[in-house]
């Protein structure tokens, strides 16, 4: 199987350009769709998901447009938006069964699958409670089980995991990557910890751009040699942040410690540090511009 974005633009009303020209391939497997707020990311999740149309481009499901005809990848998309709704008043099962109703699944098979996904989201004991008491987390594990329903070989899931706590936040992660295997699986953030330990791949946005889309090993190891650690007094860093280099800075008893991506050490008592993936998040965020591989030019 195979999903391939073709520069795919969208504009809104009044001249707002929330995609520009983006082109990506995937195949089985977790991409990270990562990037801030307002990079276009649930717009993009909108085009695959058929709800939306693009201004220009298209999208390819196994060689179908799915502009011209999107029932050949609604019958195997599953997807969980960003705005995911519920009615409050009915339990789980009653939920679910309405869902599958809606998706052509009735009877015996979609009381047998509801029984199987409630058991997998870890929902069984729960499954006769109004959904209106669950908490968040146990609201985006019925999230899932919804977007499971017909067994997809794209699923898409938009900021899955705003407003849940660290505990649930991790195990809804491990519930994403369990569910890779033989299918597509994308999951738009802005949290780097949500992506960094599952993520197959990951294409970082910003502005509406596709910056990178790269292995997470290969994007870090872009920035080998190129991140360093300088301690300041307080109130003693802005040079250095009005030189734009700084990604992230952590405040210590003895200072104020700048994190920087440079291609030489910003001042001489900068120290070279590890690059992780925040370090080329923030990096790719900050320029706002598309980039080669370091990698590759090296070559």
Not at 109 to 127: C, F, G, K, M, S
Not at 160 to 176: N, Q
Request: hydrophobic share 40%.
């Amino acid at each position: 199987m195979e999903l391939q974005i073709l520069e795919l633009g969208k504009v809104y009303r009044r001249g707002v350009v929330a995609l520009r020209e983006i082109t990506l391939r995937a195949e089985p497997g977790v991409i990270g769709l990562l990037g801030p707020n307002g990079a276009g990311k649930s717009t993009l999740m909108r085009i695959l998901a058929t709800v939306a149309r693009p201004t220009s481009g298209s999208v390819l499901w196994n060689g179908t447009d799915i502009g011209k005809r999107p029932d050949a990848l609604r019958r195997e998309l599953g997807y969980l938006p960003q705005d995911f709704g519920v009615y409050p008043n009915l339990n789980a099962v009653e939920f679910l069964r309405y869902l599958a109703a809606a998706k052509g699944l009735t009877g015996r098979p979609a009381r047998r699958r509801i029984d199987e996904l409630l058991e997998y989201v870890n929902l069984t004991d729960a499954a006769h409670r109004p959904i209106g008491g669950y908490s968040g987390g146990m609201r985006q594990r019925v999230g899932i089980a919804q977007a499971l329903l017909n067994d997809p070989q794209l699923l898409i899931v938009d900021e899955p995991t705003v407003g849940l706590d660290p505990a649930e936040r991790a195990r809804f992660r491990d519930m994403i990557s369990h569910l890779a295997g033989e299918r597509i699986v994308i999951l738009s953030t802005h949290i780097v910890s949500d992506v960094e330990a599952v993520a197959t791949s990951i294409a970082m946005v910003a502005g509406g751009r596709l910056l990178r889309h790269a292995r997470p090993a290969d994007l870090v190891g872009e920035l080998s040699g190129r991140v360093w650690t300088t301690l300041h007094r307080a109130g003693d860093t802005a040079d250095l942040e009005r030189s734009g280099l700084v990604v992230r800075m952590v405040r210590r008893p003895d200072g104020v410690e700048c994190r920087v991506v440079s291609d030489r050490a910003p001042d001489p008592s900068a120290e070279p540090a590890e690059p992780t993936l925040e370090d080329v998040y923030m990096a790719l965020a900050r320029d706002g511009q598309p980039v080669e591989p370091r990698i590759a030019e090296r070559a």
